[in-house]
């Protein structure tokens, strides 16, 4: 029956508690029960509408004291099913009723679909709900957990309804301790346990599946706190959850910065990378389209947003972003502007950044273009064309200046103050047009000391001596300090190139000792350095061997320089044209390049010497392996059929019969020992031949039993009939599990089977040999796979070792993987991954 809604009665609604769990069997229902204990023990009405023990005796046992409400049982395709009675719950208006699984699904006939809408009626009745729901059952995570687990979640809930819940608790459990309960039986039963831990219940798929649960969680605190700080209007950042801030400019080292933001916010849970850049309002942004949508695409990728903002002022463009959407770290990469141009422009928007960021922690991340926007200061004039002329009017204007406040002030100074001050000005306008300004502003301010401040004064006439001699002595003293000024900026302009020459020869002479990939680098530092527009290197032939392209327009007056790199390489520079003082430099930077192009060359020599070495290991391993392991088997069979090629004893029918079984044994090792060496040598030289088709598991198992030493040895299948075909070559797919085989019955415990079970995980089938053995070491798997050893033994008399190593082979010939995992436990499990034959055929 509905619930009651006549009109004048009010309902308070009824509040929902959620239980949230990582995963099946972390104690969601044992939990749900022990609040509903302490609920009654405070006086509540409390019953359980719906509860799934699912044969746990401990959620069996704390089940106990509480009223139950009898289930009503439907009949759905000749099966009764029990279900929740709702009905009877609204009729029975408890103050509180526990109700499990939240996303069930109802058997056809009954009002609602899902039990989550039965639930929406006991809370519009006013009866408080106490439910439990897994992660994977939320609609928005369905098609994520399919990808972890392999398998489709049927039964979904919509996101909305969990969300709305009054209290959200997680409950959660590490992997390692949900296995071990699944170990003991506390979760499914016993023949169910080996299967689960093999497939679902994984430590991946369970860690994945508990950061979905807390990332989950965390997303419904957050909205929480997001709503409490709007409502109180709280501005300040409270750094509860990592928001981090990167800055791009389009420039050259925007992967760098990105990929250090997405670091940090990776080092917590549930942190969250934003990357902002800052457009000016007036066009002038200079970033390139492209690589702004370069690293847009990568901030995607690595799982952040990407956003735009307008503002002039970039620093405090910035920090509004950054604050409005409560930042707590902010990344900015240093300033490509060289050191002089820093000096002379002071502060740049890092910096300012970092006064005005309060409580936002900002990191300045260094990059290879820090410092390059001018990689080699430029020698001869030391100043532009706009800042020579700016020098030559400040000449002008500065002494003016001056003459104009000092007249108000002529009878508080002196003449020497009055000189001195001029001497000032005059040292200023050489720092900012040189020499030649300053000997313009010397001689204006010398012409304007003596016409306003010189008796007679507003006249050109001296009267007295020793003002001649002091207006000289100013005209001089100005004159060489402004040269000495000059000459100073000169020197520092020199040593800033000595300094950038230096750095950039060390940084090519350690891109050469790094190795890899040398050239590319070398080439593109050479085209940044010297503001070209491309660089490459030609071999003896004319052929490109490497070159590096600016992405810019090309200059106006594109010139082409050759240099020699080495006896047989010429490098080709295109762009402005280098001047006498960079080509020396050039000459260092060509040396390098001949050297990395050497060491080129020598690697790719080496390289190709690699494989000779190789298969030279090889035959010798071979004719070691033959000359040894398999003289065993041949003499074993050569003195069967000798004894009985023998004319001079007569053997009975059982010693007959005794030789003959020794003889075909022997032959049979021999037979595999050979064909082992005979695949494992065709792997080496790339010569096996594959016939890929899909191959059921069902089908090939029994028949690589078949070439056991003991067909009837203990093995026991496991949903191989249930998992979908593989793509594979059927004979070289059964010399694999007869190999994994062979290994776990050589290595298992006495009287326990060896247990081969398949799962399908996304595009790819999972085939797990498990054995109940003394299990391997961890630092000892990759050596199991080597050949010709076996691991812990101290001799191959047993065989050549080679049957972990030609299976490792052949799974990865037909694009599947062998690796060793260890068995929940004890053991040893190995699994073989192998593409699904059907996602195959849906690409074709």
């Known amino acids: 029956m509905p619930p009651d809604l006549t009109p004048g009665t009010v309902h308070r609604r009824g509040r929902l508690r959620v239980y949230l769990g990582s995963a099946p069997g972390v104690g969601k229902t044992y939990r749900m029960l022990d609040e509903a204990h302490r609920r009654r023990d405070r006086g509540a009405d409390v019953v359980v509408g719906f509860i799934e023990t699912h044969g746990r005796k401990h959620t069996a046992g704390i089940l106990d004291g509480l009223e139950v409400v009898p289930r009503l049982r439907r009949r759905y395709r000749d099966t009764d099913f029990e279900e929740m009675d709702l009905d009877a719950i609204l009729a029975r208006r408890p103050s509180v009723v526990l109700v499990d699984e939240l996303a069930h699904t109802n058997i056809p006939g009954g009002r609602n679909a899902k039990r989550w809408q039965d639930i929406e009626e006991l809370l519009a009745a006013g009866i408080d709900v106490i439910t439990t729901v897994n992660i994977q059952h939320l609609e928005s995570l369905n098609d994520v957990v399919q990808k972890i687990t392999g398998i489709p979640q049927r039964e979904t809930v919509p996101d909305e309804v969990v969300r709305r819940a009054d209290q959200l608790e997680l409950v959660d459990m590490a992997p390692q301790a949900l296995r071990r309960r699944m170990a003991h039986g506390n979760v499914y039963k016993a023949e169910k346990v080996d299967a689960a831990l093999s497939n679902y219940f994984r430590v991946g798929n369970l860690t994945a599946l508990r950061e979905l649960a807390l990332l989950w969680v965390a997303g419904r605190v957050d909205e929480g706190l997001r709503d409490y700080r709007s409502t109180h209007n709280i501005d300040r950042v409270w750094e509860t959850r990592e928001r981090v801030v990167v800055a791009i400019t389009g420039g050259p080292e925007g992967e760098t910065i990105i990929r250090r933001a997405a670091r940090i916010a990776d080092r917590t849970a549930g942190g969250e990378l934003l990357a902002v850049h800052v457009s000016r309002s007036d066009g002038l942004a200079g970033a390139s389209p492209g690589a702004l949508a370069q690293q847009r695409q990568l901030v995607e990728d690595l799982g952040g947003s990407y956003h735009v903002v307008v503002g002039d002022d970039i620093p405090t463009a910035l920090l509004a972003f950054a604050r409005a959407h409560h930042a707590t770290q902010l990344v900015l990469g240093t300033s490509r502007r060289g050191r002089i141009n820093r000096f002379l422009t002071g502060p740049g928007n890092g910096q300012t950044t970092i006064d005005a960021s309060e409580d936002i922690d900002v990191h300045m991340v260094t990059h290879e273009f820090t410092g390059r926007g001018r990689f080699l200061p430029k020698l001869g004039p030391r100043h532009s064309r706009r800042r020579t002329i700016a020098g030559y009017l400040a000449g002008l204007v500065v002494p003016t200046l001056l003459t104009a406040v000092l007249s108000r002030f002529h009878h508080s100074v002196n003449l020497t103050t009055d000189a001195l001050i001029f001497q000032l000005g005059v040292v200023a306008v050489a720092l900012l047009g040189g020499a030649m300004s300053a000997l313009l502003a010397s001689l204006v301010a010398s012409l304007l000391l003596n016409y306003f ?15 001649f001699i002091a207006l000289v002595v100013f005209a001089v003293v100005a004159l060489t300090v402004s040269t000495v000024v000059d000459h100073a900026a000169r020197l520092t302009t020199r040593a800033a190139r000595a300094t950038a020459e230096a750095e950039a020869l060390s940084t090519l002479a350690g891109s050469v000792l790094r190795g890899a990939d040398a050239l590319p680098a070398l080439l593109d530092k050479t085209r940044t350095a010297f503001g070209l527009d491309s660089v490459a290197l030609l071999d003896r032939n004319g052929s490109t061997v490497a070159r590096s392209d600016s992405d810019g327009e090309p200059a106006a007056d594109r010139t082409v320089t050759e240099l020699p790199a080495g006896p047989d390489a010429l490098l080709v520079l295109a762009g402005r044209r280098v001047s006498a003082t960079d080509q020396r430099v050039l000459t260092a930077f060509a040396a390098h390049i001949a050297a990395a192009l050497e060491r080129d060359r020598l690697a790719t020599a080496a390289a190709e010497v690699e494989p000779i070495k190789a298969a030279d290991k090889m035959r010798t391993a071979l ?49 595999a020992l050979v064909d082992n060496l005979l695949d494992m040598s065709r792997l080496q030289a790339g010569a096996l031949t594959l016939h890929l088709e899909a191959a059921q598991l069902d089908e090939v198992l029994p028949r690589a039993m078949d070439s056991l030493a003991d067909p009837d040895a203990a093995v026991q299948p496991l949903d191989l009939d249930t998992a979908p075909p593989v793509l594979a070559d059927p ?92 068995t929940p436990g004890g053991g040893t499990t190995m699994l073989l991954t192998l593409p699904a034959a059907t996602h195959f055929e849906a690409e074709q």
Do not use: W
């Open 623 to 671: 004719l070691a392996a033959v000359s040894h392991d398999l003289r065993t088997p041949l003499a074993a069979a050569l003195a069967a059929v000798g004894s009985l090629r023998s004319p001079d004893v007569e053997f009975a029918p059982a010693d007959r019969d005794e030789l003959l079984t020794m003889a075909n044994e022997s032959l049979l090792k021999l037979t």
């Open 731 to 822: 004979p070289l797919l059964e010399r694999v599990l007869a190999n994994l085989i062979a290994n776990a019955l050589r290595h298992n415990a006495p009287g326990a089977p060896v247990l081969v079970t398949a799962s399908h995980h996304a595009d790819q089938v999972e085939i797990r040999v498990v054995d109940r053995g003394p299990g391997i070491a961890p630092e000892d798997r990759d050596r199991v796979f080597l050949p010709f050893q076996r691991l812990g033994d101290t001799d191959n008399t047993t065989g050549v070792g080679l049957g972990l190593a030609l299976s490792r082979g052949l799974a990865e010939a037909m694009g599947g993987t062998l690796e060793v995992e260890d």
């Open 453 to 467: 401040f010189i008796p007679p004064v507003h006249t050109f006439t001296i009267d007295e001596t020793n003002n």
